[in-house]
């Protein structure tokens, strides 16, 4: 009989000494006296608090990055057939094409938001993940497909992260959203080499584009280059032009001032002399002509010639 | 003996008292924490005293500790204040032009909290706790509420006012496009519908939080057709990238051909205007100094002229009388004298 009050002591000290908790290094802990959340969370390290069922601890890692990831069957297995791939959601595009797009989003639990992330709601997460698949839907669903492949991919997703952060914020999620990334946007299986198509000729059009521009490039520099030789020639040929009609005119006065001044000096007047300088140069015409030429011919007036024979006879 | 019975009595009496203070101590013991309430944060409770409800605890002040009278005499219930999600499978519909596409939703609902002050009946934990009763069949009445709206909405609008991208390259307006405001509708009808007397509010107590459409599809027996669309879409657009590119291509290379010529007969009419300023050069300066004597200028260019015209394959074909030829055999004729000369 008197074991009883001491094993109700030892039993109700060890019920005390179950509120003794741990709170990790990297971990944070919420708690609930009879239910309701005593203000500002508790730090790493040893704590007591009323044991179970008074008091309840939630511990939450609150510095983690944590990602969530919306893709529909990212691997593609060889051995299934396509029909089957192609039963998997896709988003419809405003210009109703179908696109399969992957968004990983990260995000951390609000340090300052922590009763809204345990308490508010029964499934933050699926929560997010619906909110986002709806802000990716209602965003697709104006885009073209063009406009969410490629050319507004980035403005997509500028757009997604704004309106997930705005929505997370508006619906007191709890969670600090770091990153909205739109992974990869991928037309169905069955016409991915259509689009594949499209792309090569987007690069076959800059190619054909880039071609054209070198070749002209290079005509025009091959026609600026033939320009400059055409003008550097013609002024050549003026100066040449030129330099040899000073030669020329140069010679003719030497001859004339010397004509004269040999007129004024010696016996002979002017005339007289020019006709002695021709006649020098006559002769010396004359031979320069005929020793050079090889086919001479000396016909009489009076008799008629055939001139025919002696030009085939000459080589 | 006259001692032994008050004894007896006493020991008697003391002995069912002792059992009667344990037997009260165990049961005060036993029925003592079920005089506790806890109200947790996610929670609502609703105290009966013998089925009549005499307590509810359903606002942010009432989390924590009260009492109530031990089980049996009052019992509480527990419903879950937090938010719940309700996303019913995606549901072929119609819109108003008879094309069908796959719609799906979600709902963001909870049970509503009151606040102020609340007659105990008015608090809408009471009504849900009176209409529905249970989480799981709030989400399948909401689910229900939420296709049938859904298909009434989607009815009044044509499939172009959902999607609403003119061009492949077109992108998002600003402000909420068609689907959002689709959402925001819902939301509205799902609250309360035109036809219906009280909001859902008052009807099963709950509050919609949040409905949006998570997705638009095209339901599986018309994906083929879709597909074809698609492939001769891209066909086209690709066509059109390839005689954008020749266009584009051959208006380059004329332009550069043109620039090219342009050039090149620039520098042709320079060149010719080069060449005419050397020769009127050459003509002045010739011109200056043949005035000084232009009867030996011309005799003298005329034997230039003889010597460069009769080359090695000239044929020189000679009269007997030539004057070249008496000057050989008759000797100089008498001098043949200029006429005029200038000093």
Known sequence: MTRLPFLCGLILAGWLASGTYVVPANEKAVVRRFGRMLPGTRPSGLHWDLPWPLSRVDRVNVTAARTLLLSEESVVSPDRLPDVLESRPAFLTGDKNLLHVRIAVQYRLAEAELADYLFRQSEPEQRLRLLVESAAAELVGQSGVDFAQTSGLAILNNRLLADVRERVAAERLGLDIDQVTIDGVEPPLRVKADFLDVSNARADMAKMISDARTLGEQAISVARADARQTRDQAEQERQSRVTAAGGTADRFIKLVQQMHADARRGPLPYEASRRLALGRYRADAVRQILSRIRAKLVVDDAAPIDLVLPRTRTP | ?343
């Open chain 2, 1 to 343: 003996m006259s001692a032994s019975p008050p004894v007896h009595d006493a020991t008697a009496a003391a002995r069912s008292r002792s059992w009667l203070v344990s037997g009260l101590a165990v049961l005060t013991l036993l029925a003592l924490p079920t005089c506790g309430v806890m109200v947790d944060e996610t929670e609502f409770v609703i105290v009966e005293r013998l089925g009549q409800i005499v307590q509810v605890y359903d606002q942010s002040a009432d989390r924590g500790l009260h009492f109530k009278l031990p089980w049996p005499v009052e019992t509480t219930r527990r419903f879950d204040r937090r938010l719940q999600l309700a996303a019913p499978q995606g549901r072929e519909v119609f819109t108003r032009d008879r094309k069908n596409i796959v719609v799906e939703a979600y709902i963001g609902w909870k049970i509503a909290e009151s606040t102020g002050e609340v007659a105990l009946q008015d608090r809408p934990v009471l009504r849900f706790f009176r209409s529905l009763g249970s989480t799981d069949v709030a989400t399948q009445r909401l689910g229900s509420r939420l296709q049938s709206i859904v298909t009434t909405q989607i009815g009044q609008l044509d499939l172009a006012d959902l999607l609403s991208a003119s061009t492949s390259e077109a992108g998002p307006g600003d402000g909420n496009g068609p689907l959002a405001q689709l959402s925001a509708r819902v939301r509205t009808e799902l609250q309360q519908r035109p036809e219906e007397p009280r909001p859902l509010l008052d009807q099963w107590g709950l509050e919609v939080v949040d409905v949006r459409i998570r997705r638009l599809n095209l339901p599986a027996g018309n994906q083929q057709a879709v597909f074809e669309r698609m492939k001769s879409e891209r066909q086209k657009i690709a066509e059109r990238y390839r005689s954008a590119g020749l266009a584009e291509s051959r208006m380059i290379r004329s332009q550069a051909d043109r620039q090219a010529g342009e050039l090149l007969a620039r520098a042709k009419s320079d060149a010719e205007k080069i060449r005419g300023e050397g020769e009127a050069a050459a003509l002045r300066i010739l011109n200056d100094a043949h005035s000084r004597d232009p009867e030996f200028a011309e005799l003298l260019q005329s034997l230039e002229a003889a010597k460069q015209a009769l080359g090695e394959n000239t044929t020189l074909v000679l009269s007997a009388s030539s004057q070249f030829l008496k000057l050989l055999t008759e000797g100089p004729p008498a001098a043949a004298a200029p006429k005029d000369a200038r000093p």
